[in-house]
């Protein structure tokens, strides 16, 4: 099975900061989604990644907070916005191979801003 | 709109006896039913999912989970429990050709030995 890899695996950050967030795959794939798990929270999708066009975002999720880069079929990175302490959450990269319709995850990123 | 209900918040099993997790789910059309395992500091594992065809489908680790349709559930099972199941574990509901997972709340299991 493929690896999805997140880097960082866990950061503390100051308010008003951003930190970008990276996901690799060593495989192509065709979609890659980013969740956020707030504390003794479930996942919610922030947004979907495809290569070659724009983000699209859940409801409540703005571009302007949470940029999303997708260059290739490999990767793809979230970016935290002027963050505040209210943005300290997990924050997963999920995958869906072609004709699986399943998502895989990554290890997730731990994010804590003070 | 999609929605998926856990109504356990916490169940804690002795180690060896069996154990079941609800999941109820809403979705107006055939849904994609998916159980993953988050261990502490960890990400989510897919234990297994059911598509179409035989209700009860297998997935890893000795989890099985039977989709009813009359009922709108999905529960997870497993005869017999070790120490090491013990984790969150997620119930989520997609759909056919959809990119969008929503996730129940999530279940704490604790194994007492």
């Known amino acids: 099975s493929a690896v999805i890899s997140q880097k960082p695996s866990r950061d503390i950050c100051q308010r008003g900061t951003s930190l970008t967030i990276q996901c690799q795959v060593d495989?192509?794939?065709?979609?890659m989604f980013w969740y956020r798990q707030q504390p003794g929270q479930s996942l919610t999708l922030i947004a979907t990644a495809n290569q070659g066009s724009e983000a699209t975002y859940e409801s409540g999720f703005v571009i302007d907070k949470f940029p999303i880069s997708r260059p290739n079929l490999t990767f793809s990175t979230l970016t935290v916005s002027n963050m505040s302490p209210e943005d300290s959450s997990i924050y997963l990269c999920s995958v869906d191979f072609r004709g699986q319709e399943t998502q895989y995850f990554g290890p997730g990123t731990r994010l804590l801003v003070l | 709109a999609q929605s998926v209900t856990q109504p356990d918040i916490h169940i804690t099993v002795s180690e060896g006896a069996s154990l079941e997790l609800r999941c109820n789910y809403s979705y107006g059309a055939t849904p994609y039913l998916f159980w993953y395992v988050q261990s502490p500091g960890q990400g989510l594992q897919l234990l297994l999912k059911?598509?179409?065809?035989?209700?009860l489908v297998q997935g890893i680790k000795g989890f099985e989970a039977e989709f009813k349709r009359s009922q709108s559930s999905f529960n997870l099972r497993k005869p017999s429990v070790h120490w090491s199941d013990a984790a969150e574990y997620f119930c989520a509901v997609g759909a056919k050709n959809g990119n969008k997972l929503v996730f129940g709340a999530g279940t704490i299991l604790r194994v007492k030995s």
């Open positions: 059911y598509f179409s065809g035989d209700t």
């Open positions: 495989s192509q794939v065709t979609m």
